[in-house]
């Protein structure tokens, strides 16, 4: 079969299991089978790597946290097609977590602890708490001397319950109460009695499945309907649940990415997104 006989479906693998690595390829076989193209997976380490063979045309349809999202529509990439929503909502909040016996009580203690993010593409993991930090007054380009990027919100998860971090950023799903029900360290083992949320930052719009712009208009529509009908089929429903951790699929809307988009342009503007890793003798990464 030749490449242009596919369609290559991406996604970020950085820190998934093979159990979850297997969920998505079952996942991957049914969406194929519904909207009768043959797919086949990228797995890319980071959102970075994703959203480049996302604009190289090697990857026709991802799934995409709202950062790089917004980066490719900004630039024309991408077409969104479908959003995921849990619990109800489309949305998910970024929060900060430390563990259960930290001497941490708010996040205007965190001056020169040491910081554990997601990726710099990652909305919950980095971008909105650095931002929520700033407007608090910590300025997270000189107030953490030591910080790093772990690839993965359960990597970060197991970092704070190691002590190899003072405190974390990752998500966090909240019912209608506003209790927590979902975050990374609730899957993590061990994690959710050593682990305790610091901060709740701020709502963010969801994870979206989004096609090439220059895909056919009509596998397009074929993969919208496939997503949505398999998360509305009661036999299919539970496989979107394991592999995305998602309760249904609905065609995309753009509530919410307007305003991420300009918090996260003003944010670079000022360097707030800039850091740098490097590694000093003893292993401990810092900013440059």
């Known amino acids: 079969m030749s490449r242009s006989d596919l369609t290559v479906f991406g996604y970020g693998a950085g820190g998934s299991s093979s159990s979850q690595r297997d969920r998505f390829a079952r996942f991957a076989e049914l969406l194929g089978k519904r909207a009768r193209l043959e797919l086949e997976i990228f797995e890319s380490s980071t959102y ?51 563990r259960s016996d930290s001497r941490f009580n708010g996040p205007r203690d965190l001056a020169g602890a040491r910081a554990a993010w997601v990726d710099r593409y990652s909305a919950s993991g980095f971008v909105v708490p650095r931002v929520a930090l700033s407007h608090m007054g910590i300025d997270a380009r000189t107030a953490f001397p030591q910080q790093r990027f772990w690839r993965s919100h359960d990597t970060v998860a197991r970092v704070i319950v190691a002590g190899r971090a003072d405190f974390g950023a990752t998500y966090a799903g909240v019912d209608e109460s506003g209790e927590i029900v979902r975050g990374a360290w609730l899957d993590v083992k061990g994690a959710s009695d050593s682990v305790r949320v610091l901060a709740t930052l701020g709502e963010i719009p969801g994870d979206v499945v989004a096609a090439h712009a220059r895909m056919d208009a009509s596998k397009k529509q074929r993969l919208t309907e496939a997503l949505v009908t398999i998360s509305r089929d009661g036999k299919t429903r539970l496989l979107a649940n394991d592999a995305f951790g998602v309760e249904e699929f609905r065609p995309f809307e753009d509530a919410g990415y307007v305003e991420l988009r300009t918090l996260t342009e003003a944010a670079s503007d000022v360097g707030l997104l800039d850091l740098d890793e490097s590694a000093d003798e003893t292993g401990n990464f810092t900013v440059k």
Request: charged residues 10%; without cysteine; hydrophobic residues 50%.
């Open 48 to 98: 970075e790597e994703l959203a480049t063979a996302v604009v190289s045309g090697y990857v026709d349809v991802a799934w995409l946290p709202p950062i790089p999202l917004i980066a490719l529509a900004k630039h024309g990439a991408i077409t969104p097609l479908a959003s995921l929503h849990r619990g109800g909502r489309s949305t998910f909040q970024s929060v900060l977590i430390v």
